[in-house]
């Protein structure tokens, strides 16, 4: 029989307008047995065919959705349309300019938003990582492995199962190459970062902010700079590059502590101060610096977390305004879709009143270039980062 996935009148809207996620409750009626990361049909309440993807029924997203009626009249597999996908990302990016003489390291491919939900790429100089967060990426590994093998025949390939994301999925062992002799040295505008795959998060280090550092770097110079949070030395590094007269960068793990040594060490930046330890301890010195840059990790993973992230953001900026003083600058970031740009804007200039601080926004940032958004997929836009003037 043939397999139909039929929607929902209330909830159609969205998918027909081009997002990529159908939820179990957008579904009306599930014609046939599909199995899980079988390539499915998709139908509009009226039983008319709008596009065709993934189904998964151990999966929130119970059909990630690759290919629209207007693409299906040139391909019909699974396999076409995913070149077609992973062409038209490369080409993107080749349009953006990457590789640069600035930077050897960027996103191939940004999942949702270049319309391969479930599957990110990205580039560090001669090693491309492949993270795969879909049940349908891991069944399908070795075929999506053959295209790119054929489409970037020059790079080493390094498939990466994420662990969480793909449990969440309903697939139990992500397959991880072996990535003990896996390393690369790539470069941001004037910084150098060595990475070694076998210790990392994510794919590498976070490339979606490469634009914020280079924005600290404009600033940086003559400045005393603090940088918590700085997990391999980002912001640190980038700020002691550009000629800060000191800077102090904090992080609770002491192996992301070492290797960011390691990285001033390439850098010629010694005189970095490098401290194992939370960020929290280290917030009443705020008045001491310029510039504070706090980017910790994802609060807020799921809206279920939102509540207690805020609270932490609360504490964090109420903490910093008490002891900054007039004339310094924040950069504030929140790296999770379910906090708005507009609601972190609106806690951070509560907890500033609440301190009798005035401030400014200098600006309002997203992730870099190379992580495109889709207007009708707010979930795409996770990075918010905030450039605050204290008056």
């Known amino acids: 029989?043939?397999?139909?996935?039929?929607?929902?009148?209330?909830?159609?809207?969205?998918?027909?307008?081009?997002?990529?996620?159908?939820?179990?409750?957008?579904?009306?009626?599930?014609?046939?047995?599909?199995?899980?990361?079988?390539?499915?049909?998709?139908?509009?309440?009226?039983e008319q065919k709008i596009g065709r993807g993934f189904y998964n029924p151990n999966s929130m997203y119970r059909v990630r959705m690759l290919a629209d009626q207007s693409l299906l009249k040139q391909f019909s597999k699974w396999q076409d349309v995913v070149r077609y996908r992973l062409e038209q990302a490369f080409l993107l990016r080749h349009t953006m300019g990457f590789p640069s003489k600035a930077t050897n390291a960027f996103r191939l491919l940004n999942s949702e938003s270049d319309g391969l939900s479930g599957l990110i790429i990205d580039a560090f100089n001669d090693i491309v990582v492949i993270a795969s967060n879909a049940y349908w990426t891991e069944l399908y590994r070795g075929e999506i492995l053959e295209i790119l093998k054929d489409l970037i025949p020059d790079k080493k390939l390094l498939w990466m199962g994420q662990t969480k994301a793909l449990a969440q999925d309903g697939w139990d062992t992500p397959y991880q190459d072996d990535t003990k002799e896996m390393h690369t040295k790539i470069k941001e505008a004037a910084v150098i970062f060595e990475i070694n795959f076998k210790n990392i998060q994510k794919t590498g280090i976070f490339i979606d902010q490469r634009e914020n550092h280079q924005r600290i770097a404009q600033l940086a110079q003559g400045k005393r700079v603090l940088d918590l949070y700085t997990y391999h030395g980002g912001f640190a590094l980038h700020a002691a590059k550009a000629g800060a007269s000191y800077v102090t960068a904090v992080d609770s793990s002491a192996?992301?502590?070492?290797?960011?040594?390691?990285?001033?060490?390439?850098?010629?930046?010694?005189?970095?101060?490098?401290?194992?330890g939370d960020a929290k301890d280290y917030l009443t010195s705020a008045g001491d610096y310029d510039i504070v840059i706090l980017d910790p990790p994802k609060l807020a993973p799921s809206k279920r977390h939102v509540i207690a992230a805020k609270n932490?953001?609360?504490?964090?900026?109420?903490?910093?305004?008490?002891?900054?003083?007039?004339?310094?600058?924040?950069?504030?970031c929140d790296c999770s879709s379910a906090i708005s740009t507009h609601e972190l804007t609106t806690l951070v200039a509560q907890q500033a009143l609440a301190e009798h601080k005035s401030i400014q926004i200098l600006g309002s940032y997203g992730a870099a270039i190379c992580h495109p958004t889709l207007p009708i997929f707010p979930e795409g836009n996770y990075l918010t980062a905030l450039?605050?003037?204290?008056?």
């Not at 450039?387 to 008056?391: G, R």
């Open 1 to 46: 029989m043939l397999t139909k996935i039929i929607l929902s009148y209330a909830k159609q809207p969205k998918i027909l307008a081009g997002h990529p996620w159908v939820f179990p409750k957008a579904i009306h009626e599930v014609i046939g047995q599909p199995e899980a990361g079988e390539w499915v049909e998709v139908y509009d309440s009226k």
């Open 255 to 276: 192996h992301a502590i070492e290797h960011a040594k390691h990285n001033a060490t390439l850098n010629k930046t010694p005189d970095i101060n490098w401290c194992v």
């Open 312 to 332: 932490l953001y609360r504490f964090l900026h109420a903490e910093l305004f008490k002891y900054m003083k007039p004339g310094s600058i924040l950069m504030t």
């Open 387 to 391: 450039l605050i003037a204290i008056k």
